[in-house]
């Protein structure tokens, strides 16, 4: 029965809303996966992962894996960097892979940046995954449909040692391109691998309360065109510059805890080397006790290279 649900709730949600960009609840720890201008923020060599599973109480639910990594260079006027995602949801994959650019200006205030980044993704739909209702149903054939498709995206970062504020539109091309076109079937009218254009702003702030105690408020909303407005709205205690708890509330309905400690080489902060972490997150509504929670965990490594000596990251 969950298993029919899934597949109606996700088949409806996307022939409305299309494909969208991941969602991950520790975003703030590596914003480069939709924002190119954060390209080069943390200073040093920055390699990062995410693995997020979904509802875990349903079968093929949604799941996202990333990997990213970005620096530094021409004296921290250029950021480099690169990315690597897969979505699943369902019987289909999208794989997408992503340049990033930055160039950051030093002003009296702080640092602004901008960049740009170029991408290709790859959808994978395999009908053989799902059992027709129907022997020789032409929408369920079994043979495997493919696409590929070309983006880019462009954003904008501020930040200094007290706030940041972050723009960026991931995709710049909007698409309608259906997989299952050759397909007389209700396939046709599901438009399963639109692209909406998403928009994203992000903000926080960093407030000191004594040596070993700091808060951090900070917000992400983000708009696709065809769907609401959703707001992350997170609270994150910092103990000792490396420990962290926090807590998400989100307007579609769903609450978040997470956890992130940075790996202490020595006793400074400079010395921090390893960041890890790891989420909870649970819908408010009727499916909660459907679909189960969300997991999310996050692991980064931080290198400077020009000393090869690992340094901290930084708060924002």
């Known amino acids: 029965m969950r298993y029919f649900v899934l597949y109606g709730i996700l088949l409806l949600s996307l022939g409305v809303k299309g494909q969208i960009e991941p969602s991950f609840e520790q975003y703030h720890f590596n914003q480069l996966i939709f924002n190119p201008a954060y390209a080069g923020q943390k200073g040093d060599l920055e390699v990062a992962a995410f693995g997020r599973r979904q509802w875990v109480d349903i079968d093929d639910a949604p799941s996202t894996e990333s990997i990213t990594i970005h620096t530094q260079l021409a004296n921290g006027k250029i950021g480099l960097g690169g990315k690597l995602l897969h979505d699943n949801v369902g019987v289909s994959d999208k794989y ?48 495997p449909e493919q696409l590929c498709s070309f983006n880019a995206g462009m954003g904008m970062w501020f930040q200094n040692k007290v706030w940041f504020v972050g723009a960026s539109v991931p995709q710049l091309i909007a698409y309608n391109d259906n997989i299952a076109a050759g397909v007389d079937s209700v396939l046709n009218n599901l438009n399963l691998f639109d692209q909406q254009r998403n928009y994203f702003v992000t903000t926080g702030v960093l407030i000191r309360a004594g040596d070993n105690l700091s808060f951090k408020p ?41 956890a992130q400690y940075l790996l202490d080489a020595g006793n400074t902060l400079q010395d921090q080397w390893l960041g890890i972490g790891y989420a909870y997150n649970q819908r408010l509504d009727a499916f909660s006790a459907v679909f189960g929670p969300t997991h999310e965990l996050f692991i980064s490594f931080h290198l400077d290279k020009r000393t090869t000596r690992f340094t901290s990251p930084r708060f924002f």
């Open 96 to 143: 997408t892979f992503a340049l990033d650019y930055a160039y950051r200006m030093y002003t009296g205030s702080g640092v602004l940046s901008v960049g740009l980044e170029l991408a290709a993704s790859q959808y994978n739909l395999n009908y053989a995954r799902l059992d027709a209702f129907q022997s020789g149903d032409p929408a369920f054939t079994g043979v």
């Open 218 to 258: 900070y917000v992400l909303a983000r708009y696709d065109g065809a769907s609401p407005l959703v707001v992350d709205n997170t609270l994150s205690l910092i103990f000792a510059d490396a420990f962290w708890l926090g807590g998400t509330y989100r307007t579609d309905g769903s609450i978040s805890l997470m």
